[in-house]
């Protein structure tokens, strides 16, 4: 995996991933920039959420549930110290789809985090405690 981060001016940098993916990376006005983009940190939040997310799905599709919908909110706690690494990082999955087994979600939850997304291992390994919640919304199809 290979990425390049270029400067642009201020602390506003411009990353491009090896797939050729860009996005902006900014700062907050009070720290120089322009708030134009993410900062790096928000950044690390959402690569938990979406790597998570995307075992999530993709294990439910396997176990041959019929997802309609994925969201998770993720809700990350920095240290009050210099630097200001995460403490925590939590979880709330939201799941629809038709016919939903909880124990299927649950699970699928639970390898995602023990097992196959590596940005929460990576950083559970380095002392974050990372946690996690479902909550199974009922989806309801309205044909009548």
Same mark, same amino acid.
């Given at each position: #995996? +290979?990425?390049?981060?270029?400067? %642009?001016?201020? %602390?506003?940098?411009?990353?491009?991933?090896?797939?050729?993916?860009? !996005?902006?990376?900014?700062?907050?006005?009070?720290?120089?920039?322009?708030?134009?983009? #993410?900062?790096?940190?928000?950044? #690390?939040?959402? &690569?938990?959420?979406? $790597? &998570?997310?995307?075992?999530?799905?993709? !294990? /439910?599709?396997?176990?041959? +549930?019929?997802?309609?919908? $994925?969201?998770?909110? %993720? !809700?990350? *706690?920095?240290?009050?110290? %210099?630097?200001?690494?995460?403490?925590?990082?939590? /979880?709330?999955? +939201?799941? &629809?789809? =038709? *016919?939903?087994?909880?124990?299927?979600?649950?699970?699928?939850?639970?390898? &995602?985090? =023990?097992?196959? $997304?590596?940005?929460?291992?990576?950083?559970?390994?380095?002392?974050?405690?990372?946690?996690?919640?479902?909550?199974?919304?009922?989806?309801?199809?309205?044909?009548?």
């Amino acid at each position: #995996m +290979q990425a390049k981060v270029k400067w %642009v001016d201020d %602390v506003m940098f411009v990353a491009e991933s090896g797939s050729g993916h860009a !996005i902006v990376v900014d700062g907050a006005v009070e720290n120089g920039g322009r708030n134009r983009g #993410m900062r790096p940190l928000e950044l #690390m939040a959402l &690569s938990v959420g979406s $790597c &998570s997310s995307y075992d999530v799905v993709t !294990i /439910l599709k396997k176990a041959r +549930q019929k997802v309609a919908s $994925c969201e998770v909110e %993720v !809700i990350a *706690n920095r240290v009050d110290a %210099v630097p200001a690494i995460f403490e925590s990082i939590h /979880l709330h999955f +939201q799941v &629809s789809g =038709e *016919n939903l087994k909880r124990e299927h979600v649950e699970r699928a939850v639970s390898l &995602s985090a =023990e097992k196959y $997304c590596s940005a929460s291992i990576m950083l559970s390994n380095g002392g974050v405690v990372v946690t996690h919640d479902v909550e199974l919304i009922e989806f309801s199809n309205n044909n009548d």
